[in-house]
């Protein structure tokens, strides 16, 4: 049996790497977190003027969402569904699964940022989240006797 993804530590610690890198790269990101697929806050970072944000109903309300785009677009017969873009007034969030897991980013960015470059910059993190993923699962923490 596997642990959970907010409760595994070389998952959260990845997260929290990549999540600041995200931030680095993007000056305009508000917030952005790692979830799961039933409803749980694995890591997330935030702005410090950032409004404050209840992680474990957004991460719960992110599920869902995640959850009805990929119905829509297999009811649909689209095909595997990319991302997720909410636009509001102030600012847009971009949903994202990490390629081969059940870990999803969520990431807000304020209007300042154009939309073309926060969906790249979340792309590229959630590539190499994955990436860092299959490497642990390739990886043997312990020996097998």
């Given at each position: 049996?596997?642990?959970?993804?907010?409760?595994?530590p070389?998952?959260?610690?990845?997260?929290?790497?990549?999540?600041?890198?995200?931030?680095?790269?993007?000056?305009?990101?508000?917030?952005?977190?790692?979830?799961?697929?039933?409803?749980f806050?694995?890591?997330r970072v935030?702005?410090?003027n950032?409004?404050?944000?209840?992680g474990g109903?957004?991460?719960?309300?992110?599920?869902?969402?995640?959850?009805?785009?990929?119905?829509?677009?297999?009811?649909?017969a689209?095909?595997?569904?990319e991302?997720?873009?909410?636009?509001?007034?102030?600012?847009?969030?971009i949903?994202?699964r990490?390629?081969g897991?059940?870990?999803?980013?969520?990431?807000l960015?304020?209007?300042d940022?154009?939309?073309?470059?926060?969906?790249?910059?979340?792309?590229?993190?959630?590539?190499?989240?994955?990436?860092?993923?299959?490497?642990a699962?390739?990886?043997p923490?312990?020996?097998?006797?």
């Open positions: 049996m596997s642990t959970a993804p907010h409760q595994d070389a998952v959260i610690e990845l997260g929290r790497v990549e999540l600041s890198a995200m931030r680095e790269a993007a000056s305009s990101l508000l917030t952005a977190s790692l979830l799961s697929d039933d409803g806050e694995v890591v935030a702005e410090s950032a409004a404050a944000t209840d109903r957004f991460a719960s309300m992110a599920s869902s969402i995640q959850a009805l785009s990929e119905a829509v677009g297999r009811e649909l689209m095909g595997a569904g991302y997720v873009i909410i636009a509001a007034e102030r600012g847009h969030l949903q994202m990490i390629p897991s059940t870990i999803v980013l969520a990431a960015f304020d209007t940022e154009m939309l073309g470059k926060a969906l790249t910059v979340a792309r590229r993190c959630s590539t190499r989240i994955g990436e860092g993923l299959a490497q699962q390739r990886t923490t312990a020996a097998t006797f």
